[in-house]
C-alpha cells in the first residue's frame, strides 16, 4: 500500500514553461510534506518543504500548494531551466511516530530547451 | 551541511554470497537510515537507528540486517544476498528524526547474479 503517490510517472516541459507535479497521501496523521530532488549518480536532497498549517511555501522558483482537505499537494516549477532535469519525490511524516519518513515513488522531470 | 559517505560506491556478488555495505555520517546526527531506491517504488526504508546500539524495523526488512556501531557509523548486511537484493542503496541521516532534513549519501549500486 503506498501512502505517497505521485504523478505523472515523468513529465517533459519546455525552458522556460511551468512544471507542475503532483502529490497525494493517504495517512490524515501526516503533517510534513518535503520535496527531495534527486539529479542522476546523486543522493537526493532536500528541495523545499511544507508543514500541514500552511497552504503554500514559496522559494524562488519552487512553489508547494497544499489542500489538506483533499490530501493533495503540488510543486510548481516556473520558469524551468534544463538544469532543473532531476526525479523528483514527495515525502510525509507525522508528528506522531515522527522518526521515519514516506517517500513516494518520484516524478522524472526532463527540460527541454 | 552534513556529509555521508558510503563505501562501496558499487558491489558485484553472487546469489548466496555476503555482502555488508557501511556508512559514515560526519555531523554526529542521531538518526541513520538505510533506503533501497528501485524504479516504480522509490525509496524504500530498509532499517534505521537512533543512537549507537539501536536498531528500528523499517517498511522492508526482509533478507537484511543492520548494525549502529557508533553515532558515525552504520552498517547494512546481506548475509544470503539475492537477485530482488539488486538495487541502489542510500544511506541518510538526521538530526531529529522525520521532521527534519534527511541527508543522504552518494548511494552504493549492488548487482546480485
Known amino acids: 500500500q503506498q501512502q505517497v503517490r505521485q504523478s505523472p510517472q515523468s513529465l517533459t516541459v519546455w525552458e522556460g514553461e511551468t512544471a507542475i507535479l503532483n502529490c497525494s497521501y493517504e495517512n490524515s496523521a501526516f503533517d510534513y510534506f518535503p520535496w527531495y530532488q534527486q539529479f542522476p549518480g546523486e543522493g537526493p536532497a532536500l528541495l523545499i518543504a511544507i508543514r500541514s498549517v500552511s497552504d503554500k511555501k514559496e522559494d524562488g522558483r519552487f512553489t508547494i500548494f497544499f489542500n489538506k482537505r483533499e490530501k493533495k499537494l503540488s510543486l510548481h516549477i516556473t520558469d524551468s531551466q534544463p538544469g532543473d532535469s532531476a526525479t523528483y519525490f514527495c515525502a510525509a511524516s507525522s508528528n506522531y511516530g515522527n522518526e521515519k519518513i514516506t517517500f513516494g515513488a518520484g516524478t522524472k522531470l526532463t527540460i527541454k530547451p | 551541511e552534513a556529509a555521508v559517505t558510503q563505501s562501496p560506491r558499487n558491489k558485484v556478488t553472487v546469489t548466496g554470497g555476503n555482502v555488508t555495505l557501511s556508512c559514515r555520517q560526519t555531523n554526529s546526527h542521531n538518526y541513520m537510515y538505510w533506503y533501497r531506491q528501485d524504479t516504480g517504488h522509490g525509496l524504500r526504508l530498509i532499517h534505521y537507528s537512533y543512537g549507537a546500539g539501536n536498531l528500528q524495523i523499517g517498511d522492508v526488512p526482509d533478507g537484511y540486517k543492520a548494525t549502529r556501531t557508533t553515532q558515525e557509523d552504520f552498517f547494512l548486511l546481506l548475509e544470503l544476498a539475492s537477485p530482488s537484493q539488486t538495487s541502489l542503496y542510500f544511506c541518510?541521516?538526521?538530526?531529529?528524526?522525520?521532521?527534519?532534513?534527511?541527508?543522504f549519501g552518494p548511494g552504493t549500486r549492488l548487482l546480485v547474479l
Open positions: 541518510a541521516s538526521s538530526d531529529s528524526g522525520g521532521l527534519d532534513t534527511q541527508y
